[in-house]
């Protein structure tokens, strides 16, 4: 079964950390992309960061430039956001998904999300 789980949201203040993290199964993790996208209520969807396949390029989101980094470890099948200096904005249903065809396709893989909720 294709599958991503995401897991690492929380309740943290402004200013704390998170690591969020995003294991794949039932897919050849390697070969693909792996973005990070979050909805806040009322508000679109939008990319906060994502991680090519094969040279493990990065393309965070500019709300998140110096703030969040993504990883990716193939040996665990799993992608990674740290998340630093957390704001109040940053609070949202952060979900992983993953595409064969890079960070700048359509993705076809979703999880089922993980709220991140920062404080003020």
């Known amino acids: 079964e294709v599958q991503l789980v995401e897991s690492g949201g929380g309740l943290v203040q402004a200013g704390g950390s998170l690591r969020l993290s995003c294991a794949a199964s039932?897919?050849?993790?390697?070969?693909?992309?792996i973005g990070w996208f979050r909805q806040a209520p009322g508000k679109e969807r939008e990319g906060v960061a994502c991680i090519g396949s094969s040279d493990s390029s990065t393309y965070p989101a500019d709300s998140v430039k110096g703030r969040f980094t993504i990883s990716r470890d193939n040996a665990k099948n799993t992608v990674y956001l740290q998340m630093n200096g957390l704001k109040p904005e940053d609070t949202a249903v952060y979900y992983c998904a993953a595409d064969r065809y890079g960070c700048f396709a359509s993705f076809g893989i979703w999880g089922q999300g993980t709220q991140v909720t920062v404080s003020s």
């Open positions: 039932g897919f050849t993790f390697a070969d693909y992309a």
